[in-house]
């Protein structure tokens, strides 16, 4: 089969791969939908070479931190695959993203990305 690729950390002074792995269980307890939107996105790095950090790519720890900030944004009930096309949009054509900031504290960035699939 591929080949599997794994982190391993460990807990050091200079090193919290152990909470940081903590905060992706909590986000991911709180936010049902984030995992499977990392899934698709984390393929979708890979297929496009742009997976790994020390590369230049985005690592799953940021990419799991932007999507929840993205999500806390969103209403319940929304599909994944709605979720996927807005976060998609948001992040690669959206005017908007300029105006965007990061965060989880306090329900997130802001402002809102707009829903914009509303029919799927």
């Known amino acids: 089969g591929p080949p599997l690729s794994v982190d391993i950390s460990f807990q050091s002074q200079s090193h919290h791969g152990l909470l940081a792995a903590a905060i992706v269980r909590e986000l991911t ?3 049902p939908t984030l995992a499977p939107l990392i899934l698709c996105l984390k393929h979708f790095l ?6 790994k950090a020390y590369t230049g790519g985005l690592g799953s720890y940021v ?15 929304v599909s994944v695959g709605r979720l996927l096309l ?4 948001f992040f690669g054509r959206a005017p908007e ?5 990061f965060g989880l504290a306090g329900g ?7 829903p914009l699939f509303a029919g799927f």
Not at 66 to 76: D, E, G, K, R, T
């Open 63 to 77: 990419l799991t931190l932007i999507v929840a900030s993205f999500l806390v944004h969103q209403p319940p009930g």
């Open 29 to 31: 307890s709180i936010l």
């Open 86 to 89: 807005d976060f998609l949009h």
């Open 46 to 51: 890979s297929v496009h070479k742009m997976s």
């Open 97 to 101: 993203i300029q105006r965007f900031r």
């Open 108 to 114: 997130g960035g802001g402002p809102p990305p707009p």
